[in-house]
């Protein structure tokens, strides 16, 4: 069963604007990941957030993190048309094993 | 992309076959993954390794083996393919470590007819 779901599962917005999307999970975890893939390629990291942490930021991305309500969500500010992808976040339970959600589609429209 | 390659790119088969698909990575990791990507369901892991001849099932074994006799290459194999193993593979390499990213490979796409 998937550990990690993204809503919504596809975003359009115009370029400029912002541009949030969400995760939920199940069960407690270590960290948790945000991946970005391109159409036709593979996944790319863009941020890790620890589980003893509610919010960290990485140039343009915001990332927060609920463990008491098992959620995340991700900003991406000021959107440009080259963030148009799919992002996907990811749990690590383990260690040893990630899971991942079934994405969000955003296209930024120039 | 970290030097993470992956071979074929595309392959097309009939379901009954054997098939195998390569991953091979320069960066001496320890830590190596194969996952499948469907829509609607996201990546799913399906096997890992970590260390050469150390592996474990992921979360969709069932139907695939794989094997690692060095560090830099991770081999998953289907032993009968069937049109349900249509997808995309990705390998992925890291995941542990302080940063505990993983750095993906171009993706194999394999077609099951």
């Known amino acids: 069963s998937q550990q990690g779901e993204e809503d919504p599962q596809a975003l359009s917005i115009q370029e400029g604007e912002n541009a949030t999307m969400n995760c939920s999970y199940k069960?407690?975890?270590?960290?948790l990941q945000w991946y970005r893939q391109n159409s036709g390629r593979g996944l790319v990291h863009l941020i890790l957030i620890r589980s003893n942490e509610r919010e960290k930021h990485s140039g343009r991305l915001r990332v927060t993190l609920d463990t008491s309500k098992k959620s995340s969500s991700l900003l991406i500010t000021a959107s440009r048309a080259a963030d148009t992808a799919s992002y996907f976040c990811?749990?690590?339970?383990?260690?040893?094993?990630?899971?991942f959600g079934t994405g969000t589609s955003l296209t930024v429209i120039p | 992309d970290a030097g993470i390659t992956q071979s074929p790119r595309h392959k097309v088969t009939e379901t009954g076959t054997p098939v195998t698909l390569r991953c091979h990575q320069t960066?001496?990791?320890?830590?190596m993954y194969w996952y499948r990507q469907d829509p609607g369901h996201g990546l799913r892991l399906i096997h890992y390794?970590?260390?050469?001849?150390?592996?474990d099932k992921g979360e969709v074994s069932d139907g695939y083996s794989v094997s690692r006799s060095k560090t830099e290459d991770f081999l998953l194999t289907l032993e009968s393919a069937t049109s349900s193993q249509t997808s995309v593979y990705f390998c992925a390499i890291g995941g542990q470590g302080a940063h505990n990213e993983q750095f993906f490979g171009p993706g194999t796409r394999l077609t099951v007819l």
């Open positions: 069960t407690s975890i270590n960290n």
């Open positions: 390794s970590y260390g050469v001849k150390d592996t």
């Open positions: 960066e001496n990791h320890r830590y």
């Open positions: 990811a749990t690590d339970r383990s260690g040893n094993q990630f899971y």
